[in-house]
């Protein structure tokens, strides 16, 4: 079985405890992290479009690139070290959603967690990529709760519409 967890920041222990669970004896997890380029690729444009030219060694995107694959790198360390068992690491770099979709194109269950308003139940419990991803998973999906989830009264109150006749 192919399980793939996806390993962000913030809510990566709930995923990989998930993995654990869910994936059969013999059977190797995938702990996936992607990068999003536009953070070293706004560096790069805020040095060349502002600070000038000519000293490409003071470019702030080539250090936050660098940044970058050193926290993925000790993410994804972090997560193999807990999920306690042999696991591929997959570090990919792109639009966040669209790789987390790509990469399960093959899967038989991703695994992600709730990153957006965790609380209360309902719709906002999920970010805008996680939100893309359940709505596009070529796979089942099993959403996790980083912490406890909140109660049931949490759920946010019906809309004002009129009772139907029936």
Not at 154 to 161: L, Q, S, V
Request: hydrophobic share 40%.
């Amino acid at each position: 079985m192919n399980v793939i967890a996806w390993i962000v920041e913030g809510t990566w222990p709930a995923c990989v405890d998930a993995a654990r669970t869910h994936t059969p004896e013999g059977a190797d997890p995938v702990l996936l992290h992607v990068t999003d380029p536009d953070v070293a690729g706004a560096g790069h444009g805020a040095y060349a479009g502002l600070l000038g030219r000519g000293h490409p060694e003071r470019d702030p995107g080539t250090r936050l690139e660098h940044l970058a694959a050193a926290s993925a790198e000790d993410l994804l360390t972090a997560a193999a070290d807990r999920i306690g068992r042999p696991c591929t690491r997959l570090e990919r770099t792109g639009r966040v959603e669209r790789e987390v979709v790509a990469a399960a194109e093959d899967a038989e269950l991703l695994i992600l967690a709730r990153d957006g308003d965790r609380s209360h139940l309902g719709p906002h419990s999920l970010g805008p990529a996680s939100r893309f991803i359940v709505d596009h998973a070529p796979c089942p999906v099993l959403l996790v709760w980083p912490e406890p989830a909140p109660g049931v009264d949490t759920i946010p109150p019906p809309p004002p519409h009129p009772p139907h006749d029936r």
